[in-house]
């Protein structure tokens, strides 16, 4: 067994009880395929919670400073993790996402960028549209509805791919793809709270 899924079992086991998480169409994953899995941020656990609730095994982009510390540095990449140096165009990190999405892998991404302190949903970072934009990904939304209290609902919900065609017929720009995928994001955090 790898690292992956052993830390997959291990926080199964350890999160799903504590924050009674309930996980809503997680049908809507395609089974195969690049896809680019786009979330809320508003709590450190939401990669592992994610994670969990994903049927698929997901690859993160991780903020680099992560990488800098001692036992991270050799568990981030055992765990499917990759740095990107948040601030600036990153063009490894970006490489790195648009091959997993071509070699059919999900990469997983908080738009955001940053963890919201309030709950409520950011505005979402151009680069989620960049990798919607230049791939063939199937475009999947999730929404972490909380609060992370021991013992209370945690929903994580997974909606229908996003319909970027029009979007990619008329050459929209990253930030517009950026702006629709938030949206969808907003919607199932409205619907499911």
Known sequence: MNLYNLGKQLCTVILKPLYRIEVIGEENVPKTGGVLLCSNHIDNLDPPVVGISSPRPIHFMA?????????????LPSIQ????????????????????LKDGKVL????????????????????AGFFALRTEANVVPCAIIGPYKPFKSLKVVFGKPVDLSELKERKGSAEEATDLIMDTIGELMEKYK
């Open 63 to 75: 903020k680099e400073e992560l990488f800098r510390l001692p036992i991270l540095k050799s568990l």
């Open 81 to 100: 993790a990759f740095p990107v140096r948040r601030g600036m165009s990153d063009k490894q990190a970006l490489r790195t996402g648009l091959q997993l």
């Open 108 to 127: 997983g991404l908080f738009p955001e960028g940053t963890r919201s302190k309030t709950g409520e949903l950011g505005k979402g970072l151009a680069g």
